[in-house]
């Protein structure tokens, strides 16, 4: 069987990912040890690379009980309390809250701050849990509302004013549909589309990789909200679409002779997981 495979050039770590995983890097080469409050990136595979060079990741509950020691924030950013904690506990830490994640955190903080006096609400479309979110959620003291969808948003109240934000990885066709119905249940919303350029850049990239292709194999970790989204998008345009981790969960039975392949991948999916995949096919048909 042959096969024509290509690498989406475009895929591959976004800017904050890249950035944090340098830190780490850079901190591991002249200490044994680094703790990252949270997975660094949601990826499985990069995360034992970077286990295996020293980094270990803790929970919040774990950092409570460091004293003297460094940390890492990783680009998901964190709320007000954890830098307290850290503080608190003489922690170093190093900051790699990326930077989109870093200025939507101030809008939604300074927004906040505006709106409370009149009753005002601050809406975050996102995912309930997620470590953006939770960073969120954080610079209104606990009082934004998270929403995944335009039915959960239908328990909003109304009669008070909106404002809408949206974590930076969501969906840009969701996120439009969740605001054209919030404006039309309160017409005075402010409605801001804070998710990252790139991110959208990269859907429509996408879209058009995944209609170049005969079978795409999208690559990235089970807990990648952004996996998540893309895969769906690259499945919607693309029916023969397939999501794996590593280069042994691929299935030769998606294939047909002359197939052209596009192998990508999400924000938190490192290239050279990407470039194993391409390798492995390679070699896994070209004898065939």
């Known amino acids: 069987m042959r096969l024509t495979l290509e690498i989406d050039p475009r895929s591959g770590f976004c800017p904050g990912v890249i950035r944090a995983v340098e830190q780490a890097e ?29 980094l270990e990741i803790v929970s919040l509950d774990e950092m409570a009980q460091l004293r003297h020691d460094v940390v890492l924030i ?17 922690l170093q830490v190093i ?8 200025k939507l955190q101030q809008r939604v903080h300074e927004t906040w701050l ?18 953006e979110v939770n960073g969120l959620v954080g610079q209104t003291d606990g009082e934004a509302i998270v929403v995944g969808d335009v039915e959960e948003a239908r328990a909003l109240d109304f ?20 605001a054209e119905f919030i404006r039309s249940q309160c017409p005075g919303a402010e409605v801001y589309d804070t998710i ?18 005969d079978v795409i194999l999208f690559v990235s970790g089970r807990e990648s909200s952004n996996g998540k989204v893309l895969y769906e998008l690259c499945r919607s345009v693309n029916p023969r679409t397939y999501r794996l981790e590593t280069a042994d969960q691929t299935d030769l039975a998606w294939f047909r002779d002359g197939d052209k392949v596009g192998i990508c991948g999400a924000t938190s999916t490192p290239q050279w997981q990407l470039e194993e995949i391409f390798i492995y096919l390679q070699a896994a048909t070209q004898n065939d």
């Open 196 to 213: 990252c350029r790139q991110v959208v850049q990269r859907h429509k990239s996408l879209v058009a990789f995944a209609r170049e292709h």
């Open 74 to 90: 990783r680009a998901h950013g964190e709320p007000p309390e954890t830098y307290a904690l850290a503080r608190a506990n003489d």
């Open 114 to 131: 505006r709106l409370r006096p009149t009753g005002g609400q601050v809406v975050i479309f996102g995912r309930k849990g997620h470590a």
């Open 26 to 54: 850079n901190y591991l080469k002249f200490n044994r040890r680094l703790c990252s409050l949270g997975a660094i990136v949601h990826n499985t595979a990069e995360l034992e690379r970077l286990q295996g060079k020293g």
């Open 159 to 178: 009669s008070r004013p909106v404002a809408l934000f949206s974590q930076t990885t969501r969906d840009p066709g969701d996120f439009q549909r969740l």
């Open 95 to 102: 900051d790699c809250t990326c930077p989109v994640v870093l």
